[in-house]
């Protein structure tokens, strides 16, 4: 018999960060939202490190801040790396912000399996009706070939149908649904990498307070993550050039382990430690092709969110905070064109404008990135030319990293931007005292990074932007893009500009 057709204003198709982000603002909004997740939760996940954007400003957002607080992961004060040839490490720390500073100065290294479940608990807590294990397989159509829905097969092993009057697709990398959006996957011609990564106990901690801090370590062949998510637990993980793919098929632990051996810094933290080998996090894992945009963002019913969209690379940790960002950005268009106020192409012209500035910044910087230790040998000697190092610069870089390169409200906290750059002021004093910010070496890293012409616009708006905090004229969110539109008061919708500064 033909499976019963449910009904509801809003399908989400994933239960990672980024659906749970969208599915949870839409039924606060008062929507009814059907969250279909293809597995039971708790599940691995990839993707550990997070930036202050998302702890500080989507999960307040989404209620949990609190909940995320209380439920003990590591602190993340900022970030250590060994990049270049240069054997001594360098730090950045997330205090030197003015959108962070102060008590907000950190993110969290989180157990994806807890925090990803925390955010679905969430959503289903803010009216959502959370399914799991049902996989979605396929999606409906009207006559015209717009998506109205979708078709899943459910724990009963039944095929069931909800009618939805739009689809969010936030199922991952591997999704199968985003060409019913009318979009196509393009991948990255730069970021060509491949991860294995695995997890260790009694790894050594850099002494407090950057013992939380995630440490990025280049080598020849590329470079590895290691992320302290407990005082004992360890992830750890290699990014490989493609070319060198061949490593890191047949013996895992081999391949894990020779990495590890051509890493100094990596290999003397990991002297006393031990790989897990049972559990969820006994087994070695790779990942491959995971760098990609999609043409489109929206179309045709459908909308797609985080992995599903677009991923970069692993490096600065971006995944989760354009996952949950571009989750923010959409529930804003689906609320204003359900609730009539927006067209669509105004909606979510501004929901994929926004969320394509958020990707290609990153892309650009973390480019740039790449290649500074790529051309550490003639840098190094360019660099002795350059003189003295601009703070500000320092500042804006590491706002960059903290997710704050948007300006918006719902990624920092707007009521407290005036007060928290005075209080960053001593901050910054201290913390300059203790590191300088960072080294002077790393200093002069930096501006051989801000010679990219897209760094270099990025650092100048935010600049801008953080003297506008400054000088506490921070009234009314300007439009990002132009003839763009607004976050509405309340952050759950769109408002033209020159409506919201009337009211
Ligand atoms: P996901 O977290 O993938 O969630 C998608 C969900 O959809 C899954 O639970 C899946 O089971 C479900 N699903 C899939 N198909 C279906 C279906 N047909 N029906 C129903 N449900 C379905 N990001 C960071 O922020 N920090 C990091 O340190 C970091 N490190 C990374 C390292 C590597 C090697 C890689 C590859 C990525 C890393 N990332 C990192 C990126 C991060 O993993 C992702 O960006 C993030 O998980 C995206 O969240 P999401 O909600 O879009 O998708």
Known sequence: SAPVRERADVVVVGGGPGGSTVATLLAKSGHTVVQLEKERFPRYQIGESLLPSTVHGVCRLLGVEEEIANAGFMHKRGGSFRWG???????????????????????????????????????ARSGT???????????????????????????????????????????????????????????????????????????????????????CAAFDEGWIWYIPLSDELTSVGAVIAKEHAAKVQGDREAALMRFVDRCDIVRDMLSDAERVTDGVYGELRTRKDYSYANTRFWGNGMVLVGDAACFIDPVFSTGVHLSTYSGVLAARSINSVLAGELTEERAFGEFEGRYRREYAVFYEFL???????????????????????????????????????????????????????????????????????????????????????????????????QARGAMGSRTVEAPLLDGGLVPSADGLSWAEPAVRAVS
């Open 85 to 123: 040839t240069n054997p001594v490490p360098w730090n950045f720390l997330f205090a030197v912000t003015p959108e962070f500073a102060g008590p907000q100065s950190f993110a969290y290294q989180v157990e994806r399996m807890k925090f990803d479940d925390i955010l679905l608990r969430n959503s």
């Open 129 to 215: 009706d959370v399914r799991e294990e049902c996989d979605v397989t396929d999606v409906l159509t009207d006559d015209t070939g717009r998506v109205v829905g979708v078709r899943y097969s459910g724990r009963d092993g039944a095929v069931h149908e909800i009618e939805a009057r739009y689809v969010v697709d936030a199922s991952g990398n591997k999704t199968r649904l985003t060409r019913h959006a009318g979009a196509q996957r393009v991948y990255s011609e730069f970021f060509q990498n491949v991860a294995l990564f695995g997890y260790f106990t009694g790894g050594e901690r850099f002494p407090a307070p950057d013992s939380g801090n995630i440490l």
């Open 367 to 465: 480019s740039a990135f790449y290649d500074m230790e790529q051309s550490e040998d003639s840098y190094f000697w360019r660099a002795r030319k350059v003189t003295g190092f601009d703070r500000t610069d320092m500042t804006a870089f590491v706002s960059l990293v903290a997710g704050a390169y948007s300006g918006e409200d719902a990624l920092t906290d707007a009521d407290a931007v005036v007060i928290r750059f005075r209080e960053s002021t001593a901050e910054l004093t201290e913390a300059a005292a203790r590191t300088g910010g960072m080294d002077t070496d790393s200093g002069q890293r930096m501006n051989h990074l801000f010679k990219a012409p897209v760094v270099r616009d990025v650092m100048e708006e935010m600049n801008a932007l």
